[in-house]
């Protein structure tokens, strides 16, 4: 890991401290037990059935960019996105570095939103996973520059248990190794989490060493419908799509100008 996930990774132990001092995970364990009944929607085989696989980023904030839209709101963004043709949604979880809460997934289910929702943070400890499942998640992201193939291995074993999917990112061709956990989709991320320098050909580059049957999601740096064709021609099915939106003013309409392009 380099320097500011490495930063990013410590602080989040610390939050997982504090969280389970005020909410023990017995608490969270009991609160999860009656939606085990209910099964969760599909990221992966809705992204597989769908025409453009545009999973919509509810984000903002980022470490390198700062606030992008400070005073957006989760109970209007999620459901304009679900509302413009959004396959699915990845709604920040991440409070210090990119703005985020798990009550905004709870506002999106609250407002109306029945797409799946990505439950996007920095994923390390079971707890996190309790979280994903309590708040109205139907995925959760799994980094593998975060985690150890045994760690990231029990995560989604878990992650399973619970009813969740797994997204699971990598970013370079050692991190494929990962792809023997079989995760739900399997993820590339332009952007590298340590420098947060983002490069489209690196979905390129990985997609001809990932199995011909993963759902594959192309993640960070995708502005143009054109490059959405061409990921999909590279065998993509999902394209993770955040600041391109919520840098406008309306980023329900500019997610629908961007699908009416495809």
């Known amino acids: 890991m380099a320097d500011i996930l490495e930063e990013i990774v410590a602080h989040k132990r610390i939050e997982i401290a504090e969280a389970k001092a005020a909410v023990p995970q017995s608490v969270l364990e009991r609160q999860v037990e009656p939606l085990l009944d209910f099964r969760t929607a599909s990221m992966a085989q809705a992204l597989v059935d769908s025409p453009s696989g545009i999973i919509a980023e509810f984000k903002r904030r980022s470490p390198s960019k700062g606030w992008i839209k400070e005073n957006g709101s989760a109970d209007e963004i999620p459901l304009s996105y679900e509302k413009n043709g959004a396959t699915a949604l990845s709604i920040l979880t991440d409070d210090a570095y990119f703005g985020g809460r798990d009550a905004f997934i709870k506002a999106a289910r609250n407002a109306g939103v029945r797409v799946p929702i990505l439950y996007k943070n920095f994923v390390i400890d079971e707890y996190q996973l309790l979280q994903a499942r309590c708040c109205g998640a139907s995925a959760v992201l799994l980094i593998a520059a975060c985690l150890d193939r045994s760690h990231c291995r029990q995560l989604l074993q878990r992650a399973h248990e619970l009813g969740l ?12 190794e990962y792809v023997e956990l079989e995760p739900d ?14 490069d489209v050909h690196n979905s390129y580059r990985l997609a001809e060493q990932l199995p011909a049957d993963a759902v594959k999601v192309s993640e960070s ?30 980023p329900g309409a500019a997610l629908r100008d961007f699908i009416s392009q495809l």
Request: charged share 20%; with cysteine; proline share 4%.
């Open 165 to 176: 999917e797994v997204l699971l990112e990598m970013h370079s061709t050692p991190e494929l």
């Open 185 to 198: 989709m399997c993820g590339i991320n332009n952007r590298n989490l340590g420098t947060f320098i983002t």
């Open 221 to 250: 740096g995708i502005s143009n419908p054109l490059t959405v064709r061409e990921l999909r021609q590279a065998g993509f099915r999902g394209f993770l799509i955040g600041e391109c939106f919520m840098k406008t003013a309306d």
